[in-house]
């Protein structure tokens, strides 16, 4: 099986997100009320995933936070689950760059090509003291943020009353795996530019330093 990148918005190494920039993941104990983001992203390849990299920076409070897979349900929004992980942690203080909370050893999760998913970042306790920033990308990837400050039973996504911003920058993350075949990137995802464009308080989410 060939390992492939199923998707990724991380930039080169030493410059792999943006330090200062990021969508807000947090507990009502610190922030008033609680945070739970949702990225979309389309699956270049098929086939299974072993590892998830996310560019998550530490603000304050108990450091802990849920990430989790889901489908795109039939109203564009968070649907099925496929799996979470519990417990995860950032070493890399937000303002800085540029640590990644690597998730490894995923099994029993597949992607299939030109299929699109959301991964989620929530808190791991919705009333909670964590405070963490999940760093905007610099590659100019964009697409369809979601957050949550109601209706989630749990820092996972589920039962949550979602709203969109829309296209935005997307936080850092990759998806890889391993894949018998291969499918070529589409041109208009090979996208290279520097820079973004992320002015202050035009969206309360936006976490800058």
Do not use: H
């Not at 306790?125 to 697409?143: M, P, Y």
């Amino acid at each position: 099986m060939a390992q492939t990148t199923f998707f990724s918005d991380l930039g080169p190494m030493g410059n792999t997100y943006q330090c200062c920039t990021g969508w807000t993941v947090g507990g009502t104990q610190t922030l008033g009320e609680f945070f739970v983001a949702a990225n979309e992203f389309t699956a270049m390849a098929t086939g299974s995933v072993s590892q998830i990299d996310i560019g998550v920076g530490y603000v304050t409070g108990d450091n802990s936070f849920i990430a989790s897979l889901w489908t795109v349900g039939n109203n564009g929004l968070p649907g099925t689950e496929i799996q979470e992980w519990d417990n995860l942690s950032s070493s890399q203080a937000f303002g800085g760059c540029c640590g990644l909370v690597s998730i490894t050893g995923i099994s029993g999760v597949s992607l299939t090509a030109g299929t699109s998913y959301f991964l989620l970042i929530g808190p791991s306790d919705l009333n909670g003291t964590t405070w963490e920033a999940w760093n905007f990308n610099n590659q100019n990837v964009n697409g369809l943020d979601l957050f949550a400050t109601s209706g989630c039973s749990s820092g996972n996504g589920t039962g949550c009353s979602w709203t969109s911003n829309g296209q935005q920058t997307l936080g850092a993350f990759d998806v890889i795996g391993s894949t018998g075949q291969t499918v070529p990137e589409p041109s208009s995802l090979l996208l290279l530019g520097t820079g973004l464009v992320g002015a202050f308080g035009s969206i309360r989410r936006k976490l800058m330093k």
